[in-house]
């Protein structure tokens, strides 16, 4: 019986200690991917919360003006689903859903788009927005 016990341990350390020794480290892309997204999320909460030194950071200088100029709200919301990450040698483009929730003058305006955010590769700022802006702020319609 102390030979089975012994048998167990000895089988139960071979095994446990070979785990994990072959981890897959990810790929560049995989790395520079991950990057992009959490650049979006930083531009997103800075946006949210009227930021203006992120978005320089994060922006370039021409968007990141365009941007600061539409923060007349009082309040917004983005909620962002990405379909697809594009990367090539110059920049990464992240093909994407979003839905907007503005409050402007105390009226709720809702907006919903897709677009593509293309990042610099090199600097990782956002340079160029493709179709549908997140980052607008919709107008309020006088009666």
Request: proline content about 3%; overall charge positive.
């Amino acid at each position: 019986m102390k030979k089975f016990y012994v048998i167990l341990i000895l089988i139960t350390a071979f095994v446990f200690s070979g785990c994990g020794k072959d981890q897959v480290k990810p790929s560049a892309d995989s790395l520079t991917a991950k990057e992009a997204l959490r650049i979006m999320d930083v531009i997103k909460t800075a946006y949210e919360g009227k930021d203006q030194d992120a978005l320089r950071e994060n922006l370039s200088p021409e968007l990141a003006a365009s941007v600061i100029d539409g923060l007349f709200f009082e309040k917004a919301e983005l909620s962002f689903t990405t379909r697809l990450v594009k990367i090539t040698d110059s920049a990464v483009m992240v093909n994407l859903n979003w839905n907007g929730m503005w409050v402007i003058k105390n009226k709720t305006l809702k907006d919903i788009g897709s677009g593509v955010l293309v990042f610099q590769s090199r600097t990782m700022k956002l340079v160029q927005i493709e179709g549908d802006n997140p980052f607008h702020t919709p107008l309020v319609r006088e009666r």
